[in-house]
């Protein structure tokens, strides 16, 4: 059926590729499918009715633009036989293979038949079809033979009542002897409907071919959705989770549940065929992939999977404690200066300032903190808030950096001022450039600091640099690696071979076979080929065998982009990936991901893109199916849980972490998998990071990051570049890159160790000549540090017991918990007595003897440790006195100051006199060596006092009838044995009995004038 012939006016309009392409937004492109009703009269052709070689049929148009030049009666859109095509042009391109077609065929021809000038344009439109049934959709079917060439894709475009052309379905690849079906939604109140072949912008490419065309009303199909949001959006627990969907009919309700939970509030889809609505996963839920499943009334059903991601911990414990850490995400912790330096964000920076490098500070994440003097001159401190420090600490500062250097003389310094006045230069910058840089500077705490304030001074004139800081830290850092240690787990990895097969056998597998011990595991982390052609796969393991690879025990392959290079499709390359490399029985995940516990000791884990089209080398380069990332999440947290580190292995990069990640290519590796990959991968500082891809060299700054994903947290996972074994490339201009010349190629060893993780970088010369390029060491998780409280015992006592120490003698002391090498004075209390002083270990201890002064008062006293002039730990001791002596009376006892009589053997009182009755033995020497002095009247039948007191260390003995005090045993208080105890209860009796007897004869001389009594300083507290 041929409807009336077209105005002329209207056979002469032209419609410009331009136009055409700014339609791209218009109808639903839906799969056709055969009408379940009874369908209208059809619009048909087979182009035999066409009257000539330019001429349509009745009632078809075509437009042509710029066809000038092109071989006569094949210009644009023309009609022909096969036989004639192939005669005028050849068999080549598979132009005779179009079966499907009969007769006479609308062509397009663009090989070998070009316009004088330029691009040439033509649409081939059809007659109209008249809408009676109000069905609201057409389908257009038609015989297709199609081969794309360099030209933009050409598009099946359909015009309703006259209006603008919208395009239906774009064909950019190859379709060869085709039956097409496309069915497309029309308005209910449309009254005709033309459709369109739109052959564009092409010079020189290959060519187009239809025939038997049938156009038709069609009952609705149910519609596709568009995910117009994220393809895998990342949701938090609790947080709400945009969603935008598309290709729905105006008006259609759309209907959806999250895990089986219905979501509500979705509006209706607007004019423009979209409805938007927010997804709530839970507070509280675990983190994993749901699955928001999406229908509704004529809508074909689609999934949506939402990975949820727990909101990143903070720094997580380490063989490397963090002390202080700050990302300059708020202002709470620094003083900023009123100009000067200013809290921004790199975008920012790059936005005001231009680029010139600066967008090459891969490092920074969230907010940084800049000072820039490229458009005024710049003289300003940036000061931290005080940070609370330990005397004698060893520490190191640890920053971000980006010092840039341009005309005018500038300088940059870090400062650490502490309280106790003492400025220290850390480190200061003028001349050199220091781009992405981690700068680690080691300080030492003044003795008496309790806290520091650093300041971060640039001074530049005007048209001069700029520097940039971020995620400031102190930490404990880890000590040097001995030079015989040995690792408990070693791996070889290589990556980035790509046909250089010669340097792989020659020079890096026999370096790494060098080292020692040997690694029992190798990881070629990808592009092991250039094409990944099965020639290619066999090159590279014959110089891989040959050069030793075959003597690992463990051999481990992952997949890059090069191996999905070229046009065979993701299923026969990656099939081609596992045969060759044996990779299926290894990692117990089919191969493209997996696991392996290096040497028993250290997890390896590898990821695998799951498909790539090859689209002219760019990215994005990742497809991570749910089913890894779970796996992969599931993994993270064991090993997590067992406080191990986890070594990672991926071929492709992340955007703005190692050198070269800032460059466009570079960018985006990871696609619709990049927000969940990253959320993931902030909680898990445990985690050490290998990426290849940029081969960028492992001299540059940011060889080797750490890697904030998420900006707030403390801690993130390290990200080291493996550099390659083919050509080595660095920065070139702002965005570029450049081979650098001569450089020999790139392995790296992994090994692990009691304290820390170690990367290091070899350049492998003539017979694997190993020449270390750079190392990292990444500290390992540990146990929560343990605060150092400085702590003094007495060794041997028991826990609660009283330590006894006689005036004079001496005690063991022993002391933890100090700083490393620390210088302490110990002393005796209440009213300070120095008695010594005590230095400590590496590990902050010491162990001596001190002695107790011998005019030290008895009683209750402490010995402490004083730090900068404060006691900081402390032991109580009791310290005892020895008897110096016997007096008479019957009244014996202690009296301060006062004065006593006592019987045969009495103890004097502290500071007190004695006076002995009658036949008082002589007391002579009754002073005690300890300090204390004192004499004693003797009576004539009185027991001998001589020698009554003892010195520190030295003994002393009594006769039955002496009550003098005996020693201790050398430097302590002598202990008091059951038997001691009756032994002293019979000898006070017979003193009391005595005591008596003698104070009835004092009494008596007394009255007749003939006592005596004697001063005295004898006793003991």
Same mark, same amino acid.
């Given at each position: 059926?041929?409807?009336?012939?077209?105005?002329?006016?209207?056979?002469?309009?032209?419609?410009?590729?331009?136009?055409?392409?700014?339609?791209?937004?218009?109808?639903? $492109?839906?799969?056709?499918?055969?009408?379940?009703?009874?369908?209208?009269?059809?619009?048909?052709?087979?182009?035999?009715?066409?009257?000539?070689?330019?001429?349509? %049929?009745?009632?078809?148009?075509?437009?042509? $633009?710029?066809?000038?030049?092109?071989?006569?009666?094949?210009?644009?859109?023309?009609?022909?036989?096969?036989?004639?095509?192939?005669?005028?042009?050849?068999?080549?391109?598979?132009?005779?293979?179009?079966?499907?077609?009969?007769?006479?065929?609308?062509?397009?021809?663009?090989?070998?038949?070009?316009?004088?000038?330029?691009?040439?344009?033509?649409?081939?439109?059809?007659?109209?079809?008249?809408?009676?049934?109000?069905?609201?959709?057409?389908?257009?079917?038609?015989?297709?033979?199609?081969?794309?060439?360099?030209?933009?894709?050409?598009?099946?475009?359909?015009?309703?009542? !006259?209006?603008?052309?919208?395009?239906?379905?774009?064909?950019?690849?190859?379709?060869?002897?085709?039956?097409?079906?496309?069915?497309?939604?029309?308005?209910?109140?449309?009254?005709?409907?033309?459709?369109?072949?739109?052959?564009?912008?092409?010079?020189?490419?290959?060519?187009?071919?239809?025939?038997?065309?049938?156009?038709?009303?069609?009952?609705?199909?149910?519609?596709?959705?568009?995910?117009?949001?994220?393809?895998?959006?990342?949701?938090?627990?609790?947080? +709400?989770?945009?969603?935008?969907?598309?290709?729905?009919?105006?008006?259609?309700?759309?209907?959806?549940?999250?895990?089986?939970?219905?979501?509500?509030?979705?509006?209706?889809?607007?004019?423009?065929?979209?409805?938007?609505?927010?997804?709530?996963?839970?507070?509280?839920?675990?983190?994993?992939?749901?699955?928001?499943?999406?229908?509704?009334?004529?809508?074909?059903?689609?999934?949506?999977?939402?990975?949820?991601?727990?909101?990143?911990?903070?720094?997580?414990?380490?063989?490397?404690?963090?002390?202080?850490?700050?990302?300059?995400?708020?202002?709470?912790?620094?003083?900023?200066?009123?100009?000067?330096?200013?809290?921004?964000?790199?975008?920012?920076?790059?936005?005001?300032?231009?680029?010139?490098?600066?967008?090459?500070?891969?490092?920074?994440?969230?907010?940084?903190?800049?000072?820039?003097?490229?458009?005024?001159?710049?003289?300003?401190?940036?000061?931290?808030?005080?940070?609370?420090?330990?005397?004698?600490?060893?520490?190191?500062?640890?920053?971000?950096?980006?010092?840039?250097?341009?005309?005018?003389?500038?300088?940059?310094?870090?400062?650490?001022?502490?309280?106790?006045?003492?400025?220290?230069?850390?480190?200061?910058?003028?001349?050199?450039?220091?781009?992405?840089?981690?700068?680690?500077?080691?300080?030492?705490?003044?003795?008496?600091?309790?806290?520091?304030?650093?300041?971060?001074?640039?001074?530049?004139?005007?048209?001069?640099?700029?520097?940039?800081?971020?995620?400031?830290?102190?930490?404990?850092?880890?000590?040097?690696?001995?030079?015989?240690?040995?690792?408990?787990?070693?791996?070889? *990895?290589?990556?980035?071979?790509?046909?250089?097969?010669?340097?792989?056998?020659?020079?890096?597998?026999?370096?790494?076979?060098?080292?020692?011990?040997?690694?029992?595991?190798? *990881?070629?982390?990808?592009?092991?080929?250039?094409?990944?052609?099965?020639?290619?796969?066999?090159?590279?393991?014959?110089?891989?065998?040959?050069?030793?690879?075959?003597?690992?025990?463990?051999?481990?392959?992952?997949?890059?982009?090069?191996?999905?290079?070229?046009?065979?499709?993701?299923?026969?390359?990656?099939?081609?990936?596992?045969?060759?490399?044996?990779?299926?029985?290894?990692?117990?995940?089919?191969?493209?991901?997996?696991?392996?516990?290096?040497?028993?000791?250290?997890?390896?884990?590898?990821?695998?893109?799951?498909?790539? $089209?090859?689209?002219?080398?760019?990215?994005?380069?990742?497809?991570?199916?749910?089913?890894?990332?779970?796996?992969?999440?599931?993994?993270?947290?064991?090993?997590?849980?067992?406080?191990?580190?986890?070594?990672?292995?991926?071929?492709? *990069?992340?955007?703005?972490?190692?050198?070269?990640?800032?460059?466009?290519?570079?960018?985006?590796?990871?696609?619709?998998?990049?927000?969940?990959?990253?959320?993931?991968?902030?909680?898990?500082?445990?985690?050490?990071?290998?990426?290849?891809?940029?081969?960028?060299? +492992?001299?540059?700054?940011?060889?080797? &990051?750490?890697?904030?994903?998420?900006?707030?947290?403390?801690?993130? %996972?390290?990200?080291?570049?493996?550099?390659?074994?083919?050509?080595?490339?660095?920065?070139?201009?702002?965005?570029?890159?450049?081979?650098?010349?001569?450089?020999?190629?790139? !392995?790296?060893?992994?090994?692990?160790?009691?304290?820390?993780?170690? &990367?290091?970088?070899?350049?492998?010369?003539?017979?694997?000549?190993?020449?270390?390029?750079?190392?990292?060491?990444?500290?390992?998780?540990?146990?929560?540090?343990?605060?150092?409280?400085?702590?003094?015992?007495?060794?041997?006592?028991?826990?609660?017991?009283?330590?006894?120490?006689?005036?004079?003698?001496?005690?063991?002391?022993?002391?933890?918990?100090?700083?490393?090498?620390?210088?302490?004075?110990?002393?005796?209390?209440?009213?300070?007595?120095?008695?010594?002083?005590?230095?400590?270990?590496?590990?902050?201890?010491?162990?001596?003897?001190?002695?107790?002064?011998?005019?030290?008062?008895?009683?209750?006293?402490?010995?402490?440790?004083?730090?900068?002039?404060?006691?900081?730990?402390?032991?109580?001791?009791?310290?005892?006195?020895?008897?110096?002596?016997?007096?008479?009376?019957?009244?014996? !006892?202690?009296?301060?100051?006062?004065?006593?009589?006592?019987?045969?053997?009495?103890?004097?009182?502290?500071?007190?006199?004695?006076?002995?009755?009658?036949?008082?033995?002589?007391?002579?020497?009754?002073?005690?060596?300890?300090?204390?002095?004192?004499?004693?009247?003797?009576?004539?039948?009185?027991?001998?006092?001589?020698?009554?007191?003892?010195?520190?260390?030295?003994?002393?003995?009594?006769?039955?009838?002496?009550?003098?005090?005996?020693?201790?045993?050398?430097?302590?208080?002598?202990?008091?044995?059951?038997?001691?105890?009756?032994?002293?209860?019979?000898?006070?009796?017979?003193?009391?009995?005595?005591?008596?007897?003698?104070?009835?004869?004092?009494?008596?001389?007394?009255?007749?004038?003939?006592?005596?009594?004697?001063?005295?300083?004898?006793?003991?507290?």
């Amino acid at each position: 059926m041929h409807p009336s012939a077209p105005s002329a006016s209207r056979r002469r309009s032209g419609l410009a590729a331009g136009a055409l392409l700014a339609l791209m937004s218009g109808l639903v $492109v839906v799969p056709a499918a055969a009408p379940a009703f009874a369908a209208p009269a059809h619009l048909t052709e087979t182009f035999e009715t066409a009257s000539s070689a330019q001429t349509p %049929p009745a009632g078809w148009l075509v437009d042509r $633009v710029n066809t000038t030049g092109m071989r006569a009666g094949w210009e644009g859109w023309t009609f022909h036989t096969t036989a004639e095509v192939t005669k005028e042009f050849g068999n080549t391109g598979d132009r005779g293979s179009f079966g499907k077609a009969s007769g006479m065929v609308a062509v397009v021809q663009s090989d070998s038949n070009r316009p004088t000038t330029g691009n040439f344009d033509s649409t081939l439109w059809s007659a109209p079809l008249t809408i009676a049934d109000r069905t609201g959709a057409v389908t257009v079917k038609f015989d297709s033979h199609y081969k794309q060439g360099q030209n933009p894709p050409s598009q099946l475009l359909a015009r309703i009542d !006259g209006g603008a052309p919208v395009v239906v379905k774009s064909y950019g690849a190859n379709g060869l002897n085709t039956s097409e079906s496309v069915t497309f939604d029309v308005p209910k109140s449309a009254t005709k409907v033309e459709v369109g072949w739109a052959y564009l912008q092409s010079s020189n490419n290959w060519f187009w071919m239809i025939d038997n065309v049938d156009i038709a009303e069609a009952a609705p199909k149910a519609v596709d959705l568009k995910i117009l949001s994220a393809a895998k959006p990342l949701a938090v627990p609790g947080a +709400p989770l945009a969603v935008r969907v598309g290709g729905l009919r105006e008006g259609q309700q759309l209907v959806a549940d999250l895990a089986g939970t219905p979501v509500t509030g979705i509006p209706k889809a607007g004019a423009d065929g979209t409805a938007s609505f927010d997804v709530t996963v839970p507070a509280g839920s675990a983190a994993g992939v749901r699955i928001l499943a999406l229908s509704g009334d004529g809508i074909t059903p689609a999934k949506l999977p939402v990975t949820v991601v727990a909101k990143a911990a903070g720094a997580a414990n380490s063989t490397e404690p963090q002390r202080w850490f700050d990302g300059i995400e708020s202002t709470e912790r620094w003083q900023f200066p009123a100009s000067g330096w200013e809290q921004t964000t790199l975008a920012q920076v790059v936005d005001t300032f231009g680029v010139d490098r600066r967008q090459a500070f891969t490092r920074a994440s969230g907010r940084i903190a800049v000072a820039d003097a490229s458009k005024a001159a710049v003289e300003s401190v940036l000061k931290t808030k005080p940070i609370g420090v330990t005397s004698r600490d060893a520490l190191e500062l640890r920053f971000d950096s980006h010092y840039r250097k341009r005309g005018g003389a500038q300088r940059a310094a870090v400062t650490a001022v502490f309280d106790t006045g003492q400025r220290v230069v850390l480190n200061e910058w003028t001349t050199k450039d220091q781009e992405s840089a981690q700068s680690r500077l080691p300080f030492t705490v003044p003795a008496g600091a309790q806290s520091m304030t650093l300041e971060f001074g640039f001074t530049a004139d005007a048209g001069a640099g700029s520097w940039m800081i971020d995620d400031v830290a102190i930490v404990k850092p880890l000590a040097a690696l001995a030079a015989e240690a040995q690792p408990v787990a070693a791996v070889d *990895v290589i990556s980035d071979i790509q046909g250089a097969t010669a340097r792989l056998r020659d020079q890096t597998l026999p370096g790494l076979r060098s080292l020692t011990p040997r690694a029992d595991t190798i *990881v070629a982390n990808g592009d092991l080929t250039s094409n990944g052609t099965a020639t290619q796969y066999d090159d590279y393991f014959a110089a891989f065998n040959a050069g030793g690879g075959k003597d690992y025990a463990t051999r481990i392959s992952t997949i890059g982009n090069h191996e999905y290079y070229g046009s065979d499709g993701v299923p026969a390359y990656v099939k081609r990936f596992l045969d060759k490399t044996s990779m299926r029985e290894v990692g117990g995940q089919g191969g493209l991901w997996g696991e392996h516990l290096v040497d028993g000791q250290l997890p390896l884990i590898w990821l695998g893109s799951e498909g790539h $089209v090859y689209h002219g080398g760019g990215g994005p380069f990742v497809d991570l199916s749910d089913q890894q990332f779970t796996w992969l999440s599931e993994r993270f947290a064991y090993w997590k849980s067992q406080g191990k580190p986890v070594l990672l292995m991926t071929h492709h *990069v992340f955007n703005n972490s190692v050198s070269g990640t800032y460059a466009k290519f570079y960018q985006g590796d990871y696609g619709a998998d990049t927000e969940r990959i990253e959320a993931l991968l902030a909680q898990y500082s445990n985690v050490t990071v290998l990426t290849s891809h940029t081969h960028w060299s +492992p001299e540059l700054n940011d060889w080797s &990051v750490e890697q904030r994903f998420d900006p707030s947290t403390a801690a993130g %996972p390290t990200i080291v570049n493996t550099a390659a074994v083919t050509t080595q490339y660095g920065p070139s201009g702002d965005w570029n890159e450049t081979a650098v010349g001569g450089a020999d190629p790139i !392995g790296l060893r992994v090994g692990l160790y009691k304290d820390r993780l170690r &990367v290091t970088a070899y350049y492998f010369g003539a017979g694997g000549a190993a020449r270390e390029a750079k190392h990292i060491d990444v500290a390992l998780p540990a146990e929560a540090e343990q605060p150092t409280v400085p702590k003094l015992t007495v060794p041997g006592s028991d826990a609660g017991s009283p330590i006894s120490v006689e005036a004079g003698g001496s005690v063991g002391i022993a002391g933890s918990g100090f700083a490393p090498d620390e210088q302490l004075a110990l002393e005796l209390h209440s009213a300070p007595v120095a008695i010594g002083t005590a230095t400590a270990d590496e590990h902050g201890a010491f162990s001596q003897r001190v002695t107790v002064p011998a005019d030290a008062p008895a009683g209750a006293h402490t010995i402490v440790a004083v730090r900068d002039g404060e006691t900081v730990a402390e032991v109580p001791i009791t310290v005892t006195r020895a008897d110096t002596g016997a007096d008479a009376g019957a009244d014996a !006892g202690a009296g301060a100051k006062g004065n006593a009589s006592a019987g045969a053997g009495a103890n004097s009182g502290a500071n007190g006199n004695a006076s002995a009755g009658a036949g008082t033995g002589a007391g002579a020497n009754g002073s005690s060596d300890a300090g204390s002095t004192g004499t004693a009247d003797a009576g004539a039948a009185g027991a001998d006092g001589a020698n009554a007191g003892s010195s520190a260390g030295g003994s002393a003995s009594a006769a039955a009838e002496s009550t003098g005090a005996a020693s201790g045993e050398t430097g302590g208080s002598l202990p008091v044995t059951g038997g001691q105890n009756l032994a002293l209860f019979g000898i006070a009796a017979v003193v009391l009995l005595g005591a008596g007897a003698v104070l009835l004869i004092l009494r008596r001389r007394r009255a007749n004038g003939t006592g005596a009594e004697a001063p005295g300083e004898v006793g003991a507290e």
